[in-house]
């Protein structure tokens, strides 16, 4: 990995119709990073990815490609090529032309046409359908001809727009994998754009999660996942148990009406914190073998685990375990210093993390809105 940037952002503002979308927007990306901007729908990260490849121009604020200013550069001028969600083929050119056009744009040999085709058709698992028609490929295999075709210009830097978003999941799930390989023989800079938490967290280096136009947390998934930096970012990653608490000293947090030790520090005495506790890390036992104990409301079983809701004096809690319990038993909820996570408040806190109005319907009616807003904005 460059230790100098290939992609910079600095100070960046972008309005549509008077309504901010970025605002005084600053991110650093290095050579050879798989680099995912998560959010939901409208957080500003598509215009992100925009700007990078110069497809919206900034209000204010300035975009650098390997220390040069490139505001002004075209996007065919710049070394960066971009995937949508819908994949934009040529219709009327078979799979081993679309790969080539670009190529041909360019002025290339046909010889050096032929062997970067067969190579790249290669690396994306397509061998053998050079001469097919594209009308008549599934979507994965629509997918990796746009993938092809993105690389065979050796962009220095490709941006992906949600393009996993039309394929069903296992076939988003074997994308993923594919994506990550080819990203790593190729060494090139990968921006990618989703909504879906898992994605993000299974194939980047670094995750940007994004809300409201602003960055809320820079880190690698496993950064994000264990030390959100506040309710937003840890209820957008995974599920989250977020509850108010006060840190009486270092190591030492009250909530939901206990004292509890932690690995945390350096607050203030008696600072009102938000609390995560994630729902694998909770354990079960007999209600009087624990300071917390409540009663099962609702029992959901996911394939590996079961989803548990649990009424603890009026706030529910999730815990996710292989152990079935039953709806109406009372059971007694276990934390170790170490499940235990303290962050600052924010504008997010009070805003997450209590089950009492969680329901997989609300999620479905959640996704049939984005879904809606996304085919909007292809229509833009």
Sequence with gaps: MGEKPIIELKNI????????VLKDFNLSIRGGEFVTLLGPSGCGKTTTLRIVGGFVKPDSGDVFFNGKKINDLPPHKREVNTIFQKYALFPHLNVYENVAFGMRVHGKSEKEIKQTVHDLLNMVNLNGFARRNVNL??????QRVAIARALANHPKVLLLDEPLGALDLKLRKDMQVELKKIQQQTGITFIFVTHDQ????SMSDTVVVMDKGEIQQIGTPQDI???PKNAFVADFIGESNILDGVMHEDYL???AGQKFKCVDKGFSPKEPVDVVIRPEDIDVVEPEQSLLSGMVTSVTFKGVHYEIIVDVKGFKWMIQSTDYQEE?????????PDDIHIMKKSEYSGMFGDYSTFSDEMDEDIQAS??????????V
């Design 137 to 142: 490929l599934s979507g994965g295999q629509q």
């Design 328 to 336: 109406g038993k009372k059971i007694g909820l276990v934390l170790q």
């Design 225 to 227: 996942y264990n030390e």
């Design 370 to 379: 984005e879904q809606r807003e996304a085919e909007e904005e292809d229509e």
């Design 13 to 20: 503002a972008v309005s549509f119709d008077g309504e901010s």
């Design 253 to 255: 947090v009250e909530f």
């Design 198 to 201: 898992e994605e993000a967290l």
